[in-house]
């Protein structure tokens, strides 16, 4: 049974990528059999090149897949540099792991009601400062270079990298370094960057490879926030691919080979960036530069996270005041009276969604949780069989979702499988896994070998072990897995849309459907019922360690 | 009760082909073999390997025996062995007496009985509900040698078990490890880089 964990695990990240891939190559080139095309052809790529400012939308997934986590990166690159273990450093390490929480459509929403002409922000400046009476004429969201679209990724990737980088970096004792760094006559922030970043990049890597694969193929965040004509690839391949015309499916595949296309070209992109950073800080080492610029790098990296994770927390609270608020005017800061009413007119659409939502989220993290204890303890157990194919686990991370989801739901049909909450669930698994074995894998193998050792010579089969021992020290972080995990499938758009053929509604595709012409009110409601789900999962998470272990100290300082 | 015996039957342990430690000794009941050595050669692995955690990158040959049995295809569970660490090891996530009953074997009648009367022969009466987090370092000393007596272990190993405490504790509970030890006719086996543990324990001595 266990010795078969990896395997599963191994089949259910390559499987579906490598199938969705293959299965929109053919009708990319006119086989689609469905549709009752059964000839080879290049229609499908001279319809595509056709299409209307195809080239814009390309070049904005490019430039998004590539703004987006040179920018993050700087800033969490910045920030850590100038950790200090102060006030704001302690809270904005706090701060991380709800913010992560927080589904991409939430936050794009919440930023929309934030930055829009007559959005919070504008609202608190007019007239007074402003001048304005009216909404000023400005085009902030769905700018057409897509830069609010970029900003809302930044600041919904900056959590994500920032959460990856302080798990690796206690194995390389940045204390130590940067002592030895600032004893040689290196100012702090520089002592930091010339000898903890060149370390800590390449265990950061990987992450930053799905941030690239992900700001460039995104779709809600582009509906929401992204340009309208052209929209970005991504979005365009979705309107095709859900066209009522099934002939546009053909153009849709040959879209998602290109996204891939677009994906792979911002990778190499980054490598060629990589390369000539790399050469510049070695130059710049090499100097024996000192001092110059430290107090300007501190600040640039302080302005930048507090910037962006005040941009996220705002987003929350301006979707909180939209999603109560009663008349609100435009000049007037705050709404004239506050309601329920957007709620209860909303009672009775909710009841499914939030159903599916939890029961899709709660079941999907439920068989993540399982395959992933199984396959690290199967590892504990047989030592020899650790599963280190990293890559293989970041695989549905790193090939655009539009990409390959289309080729699955071309399989299902040629299966002729009904489109379901069950394949959304098995969908969802796909990219919860990945999360839930990154967040527990680090301490489940570094638990202290001489408990189970302990516990085994006392006469406990390796079963009880797992049951009494292992997995009791080990709760707070597997839920706290489990919690990331189930944000992450709550999260999903593109998954639940296509696998459950628009059938299956969820907070978040309820969210999604409303960006175009729905009314702030209700849109602010589902967009926090999204953001509540994971949130009492993270408050959960944390608060049944406490109240469980509230008699072992012990425990309480490891949790 | 008939009287237990540890056999190291030319117990070879090997590391990339480099031979760490040969062995081949009998452990009677009540009797304590002491090996000592500087860190890095290899005795803790010595009992790692006799209670059935050997690591993967060393090889191990010869054969261990207990009581007439051997032990070494056996998991570890089932051996026998007990073990006694530098840290007392007591499971964080449970009580005093929680940590007791697990060692307990399950078959066994009367547990809150017995388990009152052992914590008080320990002069740990009461402490059944406590957090180990909150007792002192003699008392968890204690809790995890009791601990180990109650798993009814046929013979002991014991790694460095005091090299932790402070020094006017570790005679003190030195004195008791090995009283209750002998009084129970278990072979033990110490591993330390403290002479005075070898003398205290008084038994042969093998230098690594």
């Not at chain 1, 057409?144 to 206690?170: N, R, W, Y």
């Not at chain 2, 056999?7 to 040969?22: F, M, P, Q, V, Y």
């Not at chain 2, 399950?106 to 059944?128: C, I, P, V, W, Y």
């Amino acid at each position: 049974m266990l010795r078969t964990a990896p395997v599963v695990l191994g089949i259910l990240m390559a499987g579906p990528v490598v199938l969705g891939l293959l299965l929109v190559i053919l009708p990319a080139f006119g086989y689609l059999p469905a549709v009752g095309r059964d000839e080879f052809s290049t229609l499908p790529w001279r319809e595509l090149f056709s299409a209307p400012g195809i080239q814009q939308s390309a070049l904005l997934s490019l430039v998004s897949g590539l703004v987006t986590p040179i920018i993050a990166l700087t800033i969490v690159m910045l920030f850590l540099a100038g950790i200090s273990g102060s006030k704001l450093d302690r809270l904005i390490r706090r701060l991380v792991s709800p913010l992560l929480a927080i589904p991409h459509a939430a936050a794009a929403f919440g930023l929309a009601f934030l930055i829009a002409p007559s959005g919070f922000l504008a609202r608190l400046v007019s007239p007074a400062l402003s001048g304005w009476q009216r909404p000023p004429d400005l085009f902030i969201i769905n700018d057409p270079l897509g830069l609010t679209m970029m900003a809302g990724l930044v600041t919904k990737e900056i959590p994500f990298l920032l959460l990856m980088a302080l798990a690796a970096l206690p194995q390389l004792d940045p204390g130590r370094r940067v002592m030895m760094a600032r004893s040689l006559g290196y100012r702090p922030v520089l002592a930091w960057l010339f000898t903890v970043a060149p370390a800590l990049y390449p265990m950061i890597r990987l992450p930053l490879f799905a941030v690239i694969a992900f700001a460039s193929s995104v779709v809600d965040v582009a509906i929401i926030l992204g340009p309208g004509l052209p929209a970005t690839l991504s979005v365009r391949i979705l309107g095709w691919f859900s066209d009522p015309d099934l002939s546009l499916r053909l153009m849709a595949s040959a879209g998602a080979i290109l996204q891939v296309i677009i994906s792979l070209t911002a990778v190499a992109c980054w490598l060629v960036l990589e390369k000539m950073v790399g050469r510049i800080w070695r130059y710049w080492t090499a100097r024996g530069q000192r001092r110059q610029f430290n107090g300007a790098l501190l600040i640039s990296g302080r302005v930048g996270i507090t910037v962006a994770v005040m941009l996220l927390s705002a987003s929350v609270v301006v979707l909180t005041i939209n999603a109560f608020a009663g008349p609100w005017r435009f000049p007037a800061s705050l709404p004239a009276s506050w309601t329920w009413q957007h709620w209860v007119s909303t009672t009775s659409t909710l009841a499914t969604p939030v159903a599916n939502t939890l029961l899709i989220s709660l079941t999907s993290t439920a068989i993540a949780l399982v395959l992933v204890l199984a396959t690290l303890e199967n590892e504990q157990r047989h030592g020899s069989s650790r599963f280190t194919a990293l890559w293989l686990l970041y695989m549905p991370m790193l090939v655009p979702q539009v990409a390959f989801i289309f080729g699955l739901v071309v399989f299902t049909e040629t299966m002729t499988w009904q489109p379901g909450i069950w394949l959304v669930i098995l969908g969802h698994c796909v990219f919860v896994i990945p999360y839930v074995f990154l967040t527990l894998s680090e301490t489940y193998r570094r638990l202290d070998p001489r408990w189970v050792h302990m516990a085994r010579s006392l006469g406990a089969s390796p079963n009880r072990v797992f049951w009494r021992i292992r997995l009791p020290i080990l709760l707070g972080t597997a839920l706290t897995a489990s919690a990331i995990g189930m944000a992450v499938s709550v999260g999903q758009f593109l998954p639940t849309q296509l696998l459950g053929a628009g059938r299956v509604p969820t907070v978040t595709t309820e969210a999604v459907a409303l960006a175009s012409g729905g009314s702030r009110n209700v849109i602010a409601v589902w967009a926090l019922l999204q953001s509540l789900i994971p949130a009492a999962g993270f408050i959960l998470a944390l608060a049944i360690p406490r109240l469980l272990w509230r008699k072992r100290r012990a425990m309480q300082e490891s949790a | 009760m008939s009287e237990h015996y540890l056999e190291l039957r030319d117990l070879k342990l090997t590391l990339a082909g480099r031979t760490l430690i040969h062995v081949n000794t009998v452990v009677r009941g009540g009797e304590v073999l002491t090996v000592m050595g500087p860190s890095g050669s290899g005795k803790s692995t010595l009992l790692a390997a006799i209670a059935g955690f050997l690591p993967a990158a060393f090889t191990m040959q010869g054969e261990v025996w207990l009581d007439g049995t051997r032990i070494d295809p056996v998991p570890a569970e089932q051996r026998g062995v007990g073990l006694l660490f530098q840290d007392p090891l007591l499971f964080p996530h449970m009580s005093v007496g929680g940590n007791l009953r697990f060692a307990m074997p399950s078959g066994e009648q009367d547990k809150t009985a017995r388990l009152k009367a052992q914590l008080d022969e320990m002069n740990l009466g009461g402490f059944s509900d406590r957090d180990p987090a909150t007792l002192s370092g003699g008392q968890k000393a204690r809790v995890a040698l009791l601990r180990l007596l109650l798993s009814q272990p046929r013979a002991v190993l014991l790694d460095e078990p005091f090299s932790k405490l402070d020094t006017h504790l570790r005679n003190d509970i030195r004195r008791q490890v090995f009283t209750r030890l002998t009084q129970a006719a278990l072979p033990c086996l110490l591993v330390t880089h403290d002479a005075e543990d070898a003398a205290a324990a008084g038994g042969q001595v093998i230098e690594l």
